[in-house]
């Protein structure tokens, strides 16, 4: 089979209908991670007691599994409690016809908060120890100096590599497939199944994808602008 250039086209306009799912499954996952990731990354940086060396010992353990696994196991956990009560009460179809993309939502949300932690624990690590000496020196507690000094600074240093974390979530979503949701690669191949297209089909998918990436990059680059101005 030659390869046919008209295909690519036609992968594409069906692998653009499901945008909006690789989207949901990285930028909610972006949001919830940062939002995670700043009070572990505080906890970690500044020792808080019990806390810290349980938080310490936990965020390398989970950083060792791979994101596919994440899916695979909060896909158990959270079906099989629901298979419980689908008999009670009676929930058979209602399981069935459930949307996974809110397991898949959860699962790279917890890889997110994993991940981003470190990065936001990394840029802390990379405001000078004598801005804190400056805060605590002018009267300003811890919470008012993180609020104020230390984390619009720590934010300007994290902006590149969250960035980086931003475009690894939109490409680790695709492997969403494992429990049968359709984003974009596997919305591509649903079209490579009918004409069995599947060159052009993986070449439309990464049209999609590079096109996301390059959008991400940019308004990295205009974010980073925007730090330095302040």
Same mark, same amino acid.
């Given at each position: ?25 990285? =930028?909610? *996952?972006?949001?919830?991670?940062? =939002? ?38 909060? #896909? ?9 009560? /689908?008999? !009670? &009460? ?11 993309? !809110? ?7 917890? !890889?997110?908060?994993?991940?981003? /932690? ?9 405001? *000078? ?22 984390? *619009? ?5 994290a902006v590149p590599?969250?960035?980086? #974390? ?7 979503? /695709? ?8 984003? =974009? ?5 649903t079209s490579a199944?009918? #004409? ?5 089909? &993986? ?28």
């Amino acid at each position: 089979m030659t390869f046919d250039a008209i295909y690519i086209w036609v992968s594409f306009k069906v692998a653009i209908r499901f945008l909006h799912v690789t989207l949901l499954l990285s =930028v909610i *996952p972006l949001c919830v991670g940062v =939002v995670l990731g700043i009070p572990i990354a505080v906890v970690r940086k500044f020792h808080l007691r019990v806390v810290s060396q349980a938080v310490s010992a936990l965020i390398p353990a989970l950083r060792g599994i791979p994101v596919v696994l994440y899916i695979l196991i909060l #896909n158990f956990l959270i079906l099989k409690p629901l298979d419980k009560l /689908s008999e !009670y &009460y009676d929930w058979a179809d209602r399981l069935r016809l459930m949307d996974k993309i !809110y397991i898949g939502i959860v699962a790279m949300s917890a !890889y997110a908060a994993v991940v981003i /932690s470190e990065t936001l624990r990394g840029a802390l690590n990379s405001v *000078p120890d004598g801005q804190y000496e400056a805060c605590v020196s002018v009267g300003l507690t811890r919470f008012q100096a993180l609020r104020r000094i230390i984390m *619009p600074q720590a934010l300007a240093f994290a902006v590149p590599v969250l960035c980086n #974390n931003f475009i690894g979530l939109i490409k680790g979503s /695709s492997i969403v497939y494992v429990i049968g949701i359709l984003d =974009v690669l596997n919305g591509a191949m649903t079209s490579a199944q009918i #004409n069995y297209r599947f060159l052009e089909a &993986y070449i439309a998918a990464a049209l999609v994808y590079w096109a996301l990436c390059i959008a991400v990059e940019r308004g990295s680059w205009l974010l980073e602008k925007r730090f330095k101005r302040h």
